[in-house]
C-alpha cells in the first residue's frame, strides 16, 4: 500500500527567503513522486516528477526535490520564494503496486509574506 | 497542446436538475480521470477510463454517470445531487494509465 505524509498544513515564509515544504511517503514498490501546485480555484500544475533517474529534480519556477530512500522522504524548496509561489502544494505517490494512480498527501498552504 | 479544458467554470443546479460537466483533451492521451475536491482537501479520484473503457470506479453513487464518447472527450451526467456533492471537480488526463497527468482547471459546482 502507498501513502503520503505532508509533515506542515501550513507554510509562512517571507518574500526572498528559502521554502521548504516536508513529504514523507511509504510505498511498496519503487514509486514515482510528484509535486502538484494548485492556486485558488485554480486546477493543478505539475511542478516535477521524479522517477528513479536522477535522485534531485528540478521541476519549474525553481522548484527542486530531493528523493531519499533511505528516509522515505521527497521535500520541495526553493531558494528564494516570491509572492506568487503562495498556494496549496500536494505530494503525490505513485507506485504500481496500487491500482489507485495516484495517492494525495493533505496538502501544504504555502503563505509568502512582503 | 498540453492543456485540458473543463466546461462550464462555474455550474449551480437544484437538486432535481440534470447538468452534464465536459472535460476536453488533444494531447492524443488515452486515458482520463474525474476528481472530486472539497474545499482544503486534496482531490479525490471518482473515475478512469482508460481506451474509452470504465476502469475505476471508486464506490462513487449512480447520481454521478461518467461517459467517454471518444478518446478526446470526458462528460460527468449529473442527476438528482445533493448540497454536499459541492465541490470542484477536476479532469485529468495522462498518456497512458499511470502516466504522468495534466490537469484541468475544474468546473465549480454549488448544488442548492
Known amino acids: 500500500a502507498q501513502s503520503v505524509t505532508q509533515l506542515d498544513s501550513h507554510v509562512s515564509v517571507s518574500e526572498g527567503t528559502p521554502v521548504l515544504l516536508r513529504c514523507n511517503y511509504s510505498?511498496?514498490?519503487?514509486?514515482?513522486l510528484f509535486w502538484y501546485v494548485q492556486h485558488p480555484n485554480k486546477g493543478l500544475q505539475l511542478l516535477l516528477k521524479?522517477?528513479?533517474?536522477?535522485?534531485l529534480v528540478k521541476g519549474i519556477n525553481g522548484f527542486e526535490a530531493e528523493f531519499k530512500k533511505s528516509e522515505t522522504s521527497f521535500h520541495l524548496t526553493k531558494p528564494s520564494a516570491h509572492m506568487s509561489d503562495a498556494a496549496e502544494y500536494f505530494c503525490?505517490?505513485?507506485?504500481?503496486?496500487?491500482?489507485?494512480?495516484?495517492?494525495f498527501g493533505s496538502g501544504t498552504q504555502l503563505t509568502v509574506l512582503p | 497542446d498540453t492543456e485540458v479544458t473543463q466546461t462550464p467554470k462555474h455550474l449551480v443546479m437544484g437538486m432535481t436538475n440534470k447538468k452534464s460537466l465536459k472535460c476536453e483533451q488533444h494531447?492524443?492521451?488515452?486515458?482520463m480521470y474525474w476528481y472530486k475536491q472539497k474545499a482544503k482537501k486534496p482531490p479525490e479520484l471518482m473515475f478512469v477510463?482508460?481506451?474509452?473503457?470504465?476502469?475505476i470506479n471508486e464506490s462513487v453513487p449512480s447520481r454521478f454517470s461518467p461517459e467517454c464518447p471518444n478518446s478526446s472527450l470526458l462528460n460527468l451526467h449529473l442527476h438528482a445531487l445533493q448540497p454536499e456533492d459541492s465541490a470542484l471537480y477536476l479532469c485529468?488526463?495522462?498518456?497512458?494509465?499511470?502516466?504522468?497527468?495534466?490537469f484541468g482547471p475544474g468546473t465549480r459546482l454549488t448544488v442548492t
Open positions: 485529468a488526463s495522462s498518456q497512458v494509465y499511470r502516466g504522468k497527468q495534466y
Open positions: 510505498s511498496s514498490y519503487s514509486p514515482s
Open positions: 521524479y522517477t528513479s533517474a536522477a535522485t
Open positions: 503525490v505517490v505513485s507506485d504500481l503496486g496500487s491500482a489507485r494512480q495516484l495517492t
Open positions: 494531447m492524443g492521451h488515452r486515458a
Open positions: 477510463y482508460s481506451y474509452e473503457k470504465l476502469s
